[in-house]
T-cell receptor, first 110, second 114 residues
Framework: DAKTTQPPSMDCAEGRAANLPCNHS???????VYWYRQIHSQGPQYIIH???NNETNEMASLIITEDRKSSTLILPHATLRDTAVYYC???????????FGTGTRLTIIP | SQTIHQWPATLVQPVGSPLSLECTVE??????LYWYRQAAGRGLQLLFY??????ISSEVPQNLSASRPQDRQFILSSKKLLLSDSGFYLC?????????????FGEGSWLTVV
């Protein structure tokens, strides 16, 4: 019961922006949207998170719709090293368990 | 800065043998601790999580167990391994903060039961 829906796979050309969608229509008011990615045979890596406002850091941008029922992770200039499985999860603050879905397998094409 | 380590990185164990995977966190206190498992080509399955010493919540029925003997130590064990226990095991921690619950993962342990 991951509470998010993501496409199983996507391709993106190297150097282009990669836009990864996520639906979280049952999100609660106190739940944050988190994005992680997992490169093969490694532990998942934190990318970005947000509550209501759009967020940007050195890795990516997060766009959250006004009704908060969906979001998009944007990798502005994808490189081959961005090939990974990207997980979108919703999580409240505090001592709550975090449950991952199956994510989106993003392949960057040269 | 906070760090998380788990070991061993890889191991091959016969069916019916015991298992012990260990995880420690440095640079923080009273973290939430997690054990996840990832079967080949699958997503992350939460096995156990702990909000404090001696407090363990099990998410799925299985022949694995977890213990938290110290604040920053989390151990995954089994008395008798099954073939289906093979997979990639990940320890993780979070601080349960009020501004979100970012989770940080260890390097992972590959377990092959033969």
């Amino acid at each position: 019961d991951a509470k998010t829906t993501q496409p199983p796979s996507m391709d993106c050309a190297e150097g282009r922006a990669a836009n990864l969608p996520c639906n979280h229509s049952t999100i609660s008011g106190n739940e944050y949207v988190y994005w992680y990615r997992q490169i093969h045979s490694q532990g998942p890596q934190y990318i970005i998170h947000g509550l209501k406002n759009n967020e940007t850091n050195e890795m990516a941008s997060l766009i959250i719709t006004e009704d908060r029922k969906s979001s998009t992770l944007i990798l502005p200039h994808a490189t081959l090293r961005d090939t990974a499985v990207y997980y979108c999860i919703v999580s409240p603050s505090g001592n709550e368990k975090l449950t991952f879905g199956t994510g989106t397998r993003l392949t960057i094409i040269p | 800065s906070q760090t998380i380590h788990q070991w061993p990185a890889t191991l091959v164990q016969p069916v019916g043998s015991p298992l012990s995977l260990e995880c420690t966190v440095e640079g923080t206190s009273n973290p939430n601790l997690y054990w996840y498992r990832q079967a080949a080509g699958r997503g992350l399955q939460l096995l156990f999580y702990s909000v404090g010493i001696g407090q363990i919540s099990s998410e799925v029925p299985q022949n694995l167990s977890a213990s938290r003997p110290q604040d920053r130590q989390f151990i995954l064990s089994s008395k008798k391994l099954l073939l289906s226990d093979s997979g990639f095991y990940l320890c993780a921690w979070s601080n349960g903060g009020l501004s979100g619950n970012t989770i940080y993962f260890g390097e992972g342990s590959w377990l092959t039961v033969v």
